[in-house]
């Protein structure tokens, strides 16, 4: 490529009837500094160029890493997502075994606690069929015990025979000292 410079110092061979030397000069002078003005902003803009393909890179270059990063970042949300199911489902699990475990244990209390409620009864039936035989049999003495007649000459020939010694209880007041015990 010609500089303006080549533009510049060229000379052209000199023939016999050839151009006017003076026009040729002229127009070589403005040629060169035309010339010289696209060369400089050919030159600014190449550079301007470089800077723009330099920046080019530089944003294809982190548009590859955006991408890359977007990419991983999806496939980590993912994995996430898998955790946290597989977490829910262990979790779902403990608590579904919790929950069997103490539907059993609650089954067992219940059934040692029926069987406490049988023992109680059985307790309290033959509490009150001992109550009813004590009752009975107090009822039997009350029925053997000597009417209030013979009780009255009973305790008056006994008192005559041992005025020294306490009268002897009636015999009302021992059957009743026997069913209080």
């Known amino acids: 490529m010609l500089t303006p410079m080549d533009i510049h110092n060229k000379e052209f061979k000199r023939g016999f009837r050839g151009y006017s030397e ?39 270059k982190m548009e590859a890493t955006m991408n890359s990063t977007l990419m991983l970042a999806q496939q980590t949300a993912e994995n996430v997502k898998v955790s946290a199911r597989k977490e829910a489902d262990l979790i779902l699990q403990e608590a579904e075994n919790k929950k069997k475990k103490m539907m059993d244990e609650t089954t067992l209390s219940l059934q040692k606690t029926q069987q406490d409620v049988d023992k109680m009864k ?60």
Do not use: H, W
């Not at 040729?24 to 400089?40: H, N, P, S």
């Not at 550079?47 to 944003?59: G, H, I, S, V, W």
């Open 22 to 60: 003076e026009d040729v000069d002229a127009f070589m002078d403005d040629l060169a500094g035309d010339y010289e003005k696209v060369y400089r902003e050919y030159c600014e803009l190449k550079e301007k160029c470089e800077k723009l393909q330099d920046k080019l890179a530089q944003y294809e």
């Open 122 to 181: 059985a307790q309290i039936n033959t509490f009150k069929a001992k109550c009813r035989n004590i009752l009975s049999s107090q009822l039997r003495l009350l029925d053997d015990i000597v009417p209030d007649e013979e009780l009255e000459s009973t305790t008056a020939y006994d008192a005559a025979a041992a005025p020294e010694t306490k009268a002897e209880e009636p015999a009302e007041n021992k059957a009743e000292g026997k069913a209080a015990e």
